[in-house]
């Protein structure tokens, strides 16, 4: 019987604080290869039980199996695999680079990179993601050069977007990469809408939203899923599950949904969760995903389960809200060290080319970074000029603005 005493606020509590040990006994995994392929054309009302569960390709032993497995030959898988060590090591250069002073801030994707990495090899070329701030394997993956990268990182004087933009806030038409913005959510129903012309138009080209999972509290997360189910978009709404926002637990914006997957189910949009951690299955999901969206049939919900293992930013210390050895902790492991061990089950790879590998993508990183910083970096070297912020914003320059200029003397 219902308590008729005083109501009681409530607040969702985390199950361990700092200094605690950590416990995700609530991640129920199932068994890699157990969770059904459907197929794309399926009545998302078959596939609700998708939402609930984590489709995985790769077993504790290192091998693929199931419905999902075997979309990739092992050339494709090794290219993978140094898209994230080369998205780790960038990482950590970029992340030194911030703690020197050569850049004001920084984003790190420890333990996420299968993410990103893996979904861009299930795009064509003109597709367009939306991203969020920890999707930069989008571009790594895509051939987009690290210096170009780094030069946006250091705001130098050959920074592609003229210091318009916070490090990090990458922005490549080429590159199917939208510009990303500081403002959360923004970019989810820019994705739909995008999708929506692309319809429109006749064209052959989708749409990638990116959100975190913090960010499905905001208002255009769920604007966006009316427009996509409406409308049929053909996009791929994809949500990254790293379990924390930059202080703040899953469960504050998950709320009693279960899972972010579920969010998708009342809007009639399939909706699968993926283990985030596997480059296959990553890949595999996408790959559903996007066929669909190709197919005109509509949107598809993904849900990523994985972990942020480093701070949220440069600026955020973690140990504050998390237990310091939770992230070795998490039950699904390094995407790194997974497909690694997986080449190696299958005999085309070994420990010792590893570690080659890794030197050698660090010495092309160190490379990179040299080359950049030729240009400048925050406090040093050259920088964008002035005037860049009076350019390339109107067809035609306002005369308030040309009088700003003049008066700058720009």
Known sequence: MADAGMLRFHVPEPEVRPGGTPDFSNVSIPKAGSVPRPKIDVDPRDIRDLAFSIIRVLNRAGEAVGPWAGLLSDDELLEGLRHMMTLRSFDARMQMAQRQGKTSFYMQHLGEEAVSCAFRKALS???????????????IADGYPMVTMMNQIYSNEADP??????????????????????????????????????????????AAAWIGDGSTAESDFH???????????????????????????????????????????????????????????????????????????????????????????????????????????????????????HLIQR?????????????????????????????????????????????????????????QRQQAGV
């Open 125 to 139: 070329r003109g597709d367009m993601n939306f991203p969020t701030y920890r999707q930069a394997g989008l571009l």
């Open 223 to 341: 604007s966006a899923l009316v427009f996509a189910s409406t409308y049929k978009a053909p996009v791929v709404l994809n949500v990254v599950n790293n379990q924390w926002a930059i202080s703040t637990f899953q469960g504050i914006a998950r709320g009693g949904s279960g899972t972010f997957a579920a969010r998708g189910l009342g809007f009639g949009i399939p909706s699968l969760r993926v283990d985030g951690n596997d480059y296959l299955a990553v890949h595999a999901v996408a790959k559903w995903a996007a066929e669909r969206a190709r197919s005109n049939l509509g949107p598809t919900l993904v849900e990523y389960v994985t972990y942020r293992v480093g701070a949220h930013s440069s600026s955020d210390d973690p140990s504050a809200y998390r237990p310091k050895a939770e992230s070795d902790a998490w039950p699904l492991g390094d995407p790194i060290v997974r497909l690694k061990n």
């Open 347 to 403: 005999g085309v790879w070994s420990d010792e080319r590893h570690a080659q590998a890794e030197a050698e993508i660090l010495d092309t990183v160190i490379s990179a970074q040299r080359e950049a910083e030729r240009h400048g970096t925050l406090h040093a070297g050259g920088k964008p000029s002035a005037r860049d912020m009076f350019e390339g914003v109107y067809a035609e320059m306002p005369p308030h603005l040309r009088r």
């Open 161 to 206: 977007l003229k210091g318009r933009q916070l490090p990090i806030m990458y922005s490549s038409k080429e590159h199917g990469f939208f510009s990303i913005s500081g403002n959360l959510a923004t970019q989810y129903i820019q994705a739909v809408g995008w999708a929506m012309a692309s319809a429109i138009s006749n064209d052959q080209k989708i």
